[in-house]
């Protein structure tokens, strides 16, 4: 069955770049959408924006100058780059896929994450 | 931007009752784009229920989604032990494109 696993470093300092790696096994990363979301302790979940295999994007308004998405298709791979990051940052990022139903004609996004990373904290911290 | 607000809170019920969660959106929700999730410490969240009612691969038939609208709940019939966790609602939103959950409601033994 499909996994994900998050990677990247678990520390990051204030006004960096935090850099984190989402891999695809089990599965094909074509045709579906690929998100990241994270939680601080103790709180609620975020999400922070979406790719599609063809590389289109969405993000999170409120983060959305600060993140940027992108996807390797050769590698079962998509990545996620949060720019100038703060203590606020600091939270646990998970990568999670949008599940999606077929039929016998058509296919259809169930708008739904079906399948999440393990999750990685990441510490903006100096 | 849709705001998904849950409630209770906290939710102190002992196994075998029946536990009732409540979301309710800010503005009107498809039916298609509403989920319920339950996370336990430590793990990542599990979907539980699509499009409002539909239960997710291997989700025991105790758990049941229903609502429209602006009002949603989650309903699960008979609690069991390993079913004390936190729970979220998320909605979709097609104008921009993304997603909200909801601030959760945490269901623990009483």
């Known amino acids: 069955q499909v996994q994900l696993q998050e990677s990247g470093p678990g520390l990051v300092k204030p006004s960096e770049t935090l850099s984190l790696t989402c891999t695809v096994s089990?599965?094909?990363?074509?045709?579906?959408?690929w998100s990241w979301i994270r939680q601080p302790a103790g709180k609620g979940l975020e999400w922070i924006g979406r790719i599609y295999t063809s590389g289109s994007t969405n993000y999170n308004p409120s983060l959305k100058s600060r993140v940027t998405m992108s996807v390797d298709t050769s590698k079962n791979q998509f990545s996620l780059k949060l720019s100038s990051v703060t203590a606020a940052d600091t939270a646990v990022y998970y990568c999670a896929r949008a599940g999606r139903y077929c039929s016998s004609t058509s296919c259809y996004t169930l708008y739904a994450f079906d399948i999440w990373g393990q999750g990685t904290m990441v510490t903006v911290s100096s | 931007e849709i705001v998904l607000t849950q409630s209770p809170g906290t939710l102190s019920l002992s196994p075998g009752e029946r536990a009732t969660l409540s979301c309710r959106a800010s503005?009107?929700?498809?039916?298609?784009?509403l989920a319920w999730y339950q996370q336990k410490p430590g793990q990542a969240p599990r979907l539980l229920i699509y499009?409002?009612?539909s239960r997710a691969t291997g989700i025991p038939d105790r758990f049941s989604g229903s609502g429209s609208g602006t009002d949603f709940t989650l309903t699960i019939s008979r609690l069991e032990p390993e079913d004390f966790a936190v729970y979220y609602c998320q909605q979709y939103g097609s104008s921009p494109p993304g997603y909200t959950f909801g601030q959760g409601t945490k269901l623990e033994i009483k």
């Open positions: 089990g599965g094909s990363i074509s045709s579906y959408y």
């Open positions: 503005q009107s929700v498809s039916s298609s784009y």
């Open positions: 499009g409002a009612s």
